[in-house]
């Protein structure tokens, strides 16, 4: 068996069958010396930034400015972006502006400006309407396109979420033609409206693929309250 000997880098007495100590061979073999390199702090050195550190003593986002463009601190703006600052913003017609580039997975359409992602439709809001009276109140769509990537600006307008719920059925997006989920519609509504006394639930909700409920409910305008 290989003889144990002592570390020979300095100070240490840890015993070893090579010339060093497996850590002290592992650092001069990475990086020439026995001693480590300055550890950058656990956050990213940009002044105000309190993300944690990934690389380079950056964040991840200012690491990846850095490694390319050079500058942690430079502005990424893309071409959605690019759009948004030179089409909507100056955008004053009374037709809907569908957006051309991403959008989450309810179609509204969404932007990142340097790193931050945001509603595009919310930022056309502040800009014709000033800022949010509160934390509680979201940019609404008064042409119930929205979820079909409006982002005409005077189509917008600050209200609360309970305001977007009647905008919704308004907008036939819970209950009529727009929604996906719908069960029944407008046309359908109306009939069994008609029908109502001259057939039962039962029988009325077997016509149109639903169940009594959902036909009682709207003959009593517990639901599709607004529709005449």
């Known amino acids: 068996m290989a003889k144990t000997r ?10 070893c069958r090579a010339t060093y100590c497996d850590a002290h061979y592992k650092r001069l073999k990475k990086y020439g010396s026995f001693e480590l390199p300055e550890r950058f702090p656990q956050g990213c050195k940009v002044e105000g930034c309190t993300r944690k550190h990934d690389a380079k003593g950056y964040c991840k986002p200012h690491y990846l400015k850095w490694r390319r463009h050079g500058d942690p601190l430079r502005q990424i703006v893309g071409l959605g972006a690019t759009s948004f600052l030179e089409e909507v913003l100056p955008y004053r017609g009374k037709a809907c502006l569908i957006w051309r580039f991403g959008r989450n997975k309810k179609g509204y359409a969404q932007v990142r400006i340097d790193g931050v992602d945001g509603y595009v439709h919310r930022l056309a809001c502040i800009e014709v309407n000033g ?7 979201i940019a609404l769509h008064d042409c119930g396109n929205g979820h079909l990537g409006c982002v005409a600006p005077l189509h917008t307008y600050w209200g609360l979420r309970s305001d977007n719920q009647i905008d919704r059925v308004v907008h036939d997006e819970v209950y009529g033609r727009g929604c996906s989920n ?11 409206r008609t029908l109502s006394g ?3 639930a039962t029988a ?16 009593a305008r517990r639901t599709w309250y607004w529709l005449d």
């Open 6 to 15: 002592i570390c020979a880098a300095p100070g240490c007495d840890k015993r």
């Open 204 to 219: 009325i909700g077997e016509m149109f693929g639903v169940n009594r409920t959902t036909v009682q409910d709207a003959i």
């Open 131 to 137: 800022p949010p009276p509160s934390e509680d109140h």
């Open 182 to 192: 719908a069960k029944l519609t407008t046309d359908d509504v109306r009939q069994i």
């Open 198 to 200: 001259k057939m039962t």
